[in-house]
């Protein structure tokens, strides 16, 4: 199969500047402005003379905004060879008096050829990923103004026409804007919701960038953004690749049963049954109480509930590494609860909105512990402040290091809104959540630092912030605090299309000690196939599991035990170093949506392709598959029985995989698709074309 031929990104300097990008002779922006910046709330799009500079992979355009003292860099960098740039901008006051910096968006563009089709997702607490679906024939408008990315609306839009697709999406972890006017002109960049940084003479301010990819549709634009992402942007150590199995205690136990002794019975089975790391959540940290709440103490990260945990966290990852696991903990290290000690033996670092204002009610505010007394309090530590960074920065590290964890769940159910008005941070009054994300990444990149051997995964309320701006910083993201497999397969279909498999974290269906109805089931009464459903649901990308594991029957824990190696052995690889593509449309939670949904898995020229039979649907006669040499032969292995059959390349794409559900009996499948060798081909075992079923 031929590559297709690059896409070209041409910057011209003549007439102020100007970007123009196409692909494979489809014009995807035409001749455009390259920024959209206000200053003192008036609009600058030209430069002044411009300066371009253009190396391999990157093109740097440098000059003063027309009509000001503001000296501009915008930068387009292509990451690695793929058809996806970094857009980036930064703003230096070269005058002589200030200035207040109200907008400043590193792509402003005009799309091109007419009418294109709009995908984008609303995001709340466990209902992330809800699609929505338009044109640019109307205007639209994408926003964060929650102070997390992803609480809301997902930081992510997809773009399509014939011959051509677009994805936008910014790398900022707070307040974002996409905006598609009538004209198709797309512009994108921080929120200038109450947002606004004064620059004094020679000071700067660098722009959130916005990340663009291309290709011949949605589907391949979005399949080369994670790609690259994966190949380019997301950290990798050897801690993270080992893609550790983890078992998470949260759900069955929260922070009211959990307990040391809790912890060692579930860290020995863990062990025993594949898991890689056990990792304890929330619960234990705070006052010795047994019936405290854990939001409330959030910010005492140096006091070890001793009613739960009496011989400490030493001891604690002791115990888990005498079983021969890795220890994880949870930590919120941004967050304050309003009985937090440190909140009043720290004040320095107290995020406040001295202004008194109310956040946006177009958003369900979520955040925990808030004062009733106290309307300024806003619940974290602003990282905008020396003193906030280095208090995160050493909680995180004494926290891992005092149980020797090598995991830690990094959680944030805290939203900031505009962030703190505090000017005694070294911000100023209305740019309080831009130092603040700015200084969570310099404190999370001090942290890998100091512990190159602790994976640090992004949770926040289950998955309100994710986004590629967080992604340079961590190694994974966990996407949603609900798990059951429904609703896992929403969020996984929408959350391929911005992160790579390695970048994805989700347990499978959990536990839940909680009232949550969609997530409430009767494992005793699970089938074998029913309970292998729900853990394959989960093996796509990273894999955990928060269960009573003592609880669970023989032939359960035989099924979690084969389906840990299935994915030590065979799947991790394609997780590692793979691109995940939908096969079907997207399922959506509540009996909607596809019944059927189908995912692929690739890595080279080796694929897993995974289906699963939702309640509702019907299964189909075959399942297809993707990125084939049709001139090829290929071994199809059910990953269930191990069956292989040879199947030719045209017959997998034009047909597809054929699906065999017991009479109604099996409601998922894995399938493992290899090109066929010359020995392989030969082999009598792997003869037939028709018959690859359980």
Known sequence: MSSPTPAVLRVRADDGATLSLQRSGEVVFRESRLVHVEIDR???????????????????????????????????????????WELGLRLTNAGDVPVSITRMDPLAAHLDGGRWSTLWFRSAWGDEFRPERGTTDHHTRLESRSGRSSHGMSPWIGLERPGAGLVVTPAWSGNWHIDISENSRVSAGISTWLFSTELAPGQSVTAPSVVVAVGADREAAASTLTSAIGQHWIPRSPASERLDLEWNHWWPYEDAEVTEGVIAENAAIAAELGFATATVDAGWFGPSDATTYWGDHRGDWAQVNTERFPSGLGALGDSIRSHGLRAGIWVEAEALGSKADVRRTHPEIVALAVDGRRHDPSYDLQSQSLDPDDPTFLGYVCLGSEAGRAFVLESMSSTVTAMGAEWIKLDFNVDPDAGCTRTDHGHGAHDGLLRHYEGLYEVLDAFRERHPETVLEACSSGGLRIDLGLARHVHCFFLSDPDWTEHHLQVLWGARLLLPPAAILHWSWSQWRGDHPQNQLDFSALTRDEFDTLLRAAMLHRFGLSMRLPELSAEQRESVRTHTALFRETVAPFVRDGVLRALTAQPIRGGFGERVPAFQLSAGPRHVVAAFRLPGGTTPPRVPAIELDPRGDYVVSNLATGNPVTMSGEDLLWRGIPLDDSGGRLSSWMFLIEPATADSASDPAHSGTDSAKD
Do not use: K, N, Q, Y
């Open 42 to 84: 008036v609009r600058h799009e030209r430069f002044d003379d411009p300066e371009v500079v253009i190396t391999p992979g990157a093109v740097t355009v440098t000059g003063l905004l027309e009509g000001t003292g503001v000296l501009a860099v915008w930068s387009a960098t292509r990451l690695g060879s793929g058809d996806v």
